[in-house]
Structures are given as C-alpha cells and as structure tokens.
C-alpha cells in the first residue's frame, strides 16, 4: 500500500476498480441500440437470401426439390413461402414495426433451416436465434414504430 493525500491507496485493487467502472459503462448501453442492431442485421440476412433465391427462380425451385428437405409441404409451396418471408420481415425489421411477431415466425423459419436443411451451419444459426430471442422477449426498442405505435395507442387511453 501507498499513501496519496494522506490516504492509503490499494494499488493491488484498480484492476477491480476499472472493470467495475468499464461494466457500469457497457450498462448505459442503451436497449433501443442493442434492438436496432439486430433488426438491420436479421433483415440483411433474410433480404440477402430473397434476393438470392429471386435472382435464379428456376435454381431455388431446384434447390427446394432436390437439396432442401422441407418436411410436410411441396417443395414449390416450401419455396414460395420461404421467399415470402424473405421479401416481407426484413422491412417491418427495419421499420420495427409487429417486431415481435417477426421475431417469432422468422425464430420458426430458423428452426425448419436448423432442423431440416443445413444442420451443420448451427453456428450461424444459433447467432440469428440469439437476435431474434431478444427481439421476441424485449421488442424492437424505442427507435420503432411499434414504440411510435405504443405511446399512440397509450395517449388515446
């Protein structure tokens, strides 16, 4: 121990201390930034695949009856619908509007992609779940239009 100003000093602790002040910092890490990162980030994934799939329909048909093994539904109606949801959730991500919901069907969509399709690609699968867990339990934050929508709905009260 020192002594600084008359008081003793622990030189041994400011390796604590600075960890404590560094997570206090990361505590003020505001939700709607956390919520907003990943929206862009789901949707950039989801749109880069539409895009993909739209890009050579004739592949994706192939794809969808040769490759992906969709259980219960007819590979055209599988590819249809996947590309359905590809083209819709990233704008309300974006826009952060029924954040949840999307979450949630595109939480199901990952699940048939995990279960069914590429098994071995769960490290990335595993990130997206991770994304869309987060929106599903604590919603698209206050940059949103659901936030917009809540303090409208509230007001109107």
Not at 90 to 97: F, H, M, Q, R
Not at 114 to 136: K, N, R, S
């Amino acid at each position: 121990m020192s002594m600084a100003a008359g008081k003793p000093v622990n030189v041994e602790n400011w390796p604590v201390k600075l960890i404590g002040t560094i997570i206090r910092l990361f505590d003020h890490i505001p939700y709607w930034l956390i919520a907003l990162t990943a929206r862009v980030a789901l949707a950039q994934v989801f749109w880069s695949s539409a895009q993909s799939h739209l890009a050579n329909w004739d592949t994706t048909l192939y794809m969808f009856g040769e490759t992906y093994q969709v259980p219960l539904l007819p590979p055209d109606l599988a590819a249809y619908l996947a590309v359905t949801m590809e083209l819709v959730t990233p704008p309300l991500l974006v826009l952060g509007l029924a954040t949840r919901f999307t979450a949630l069907a595109l939480f199901g969509m990952t699940l048939v992609i995990e279960v069914f399709v590429f098994p071995e690609a769960w490290p990335t699968h595993i990130q997206w779940a991770a994304m869309q867990l987060i929106l599903m339990g604590r919603g698209a934050g206050s940059l949103s239009l659901d936030a917009l929508i809540q303090r409208w709905v509230k007001r109107s009260a």
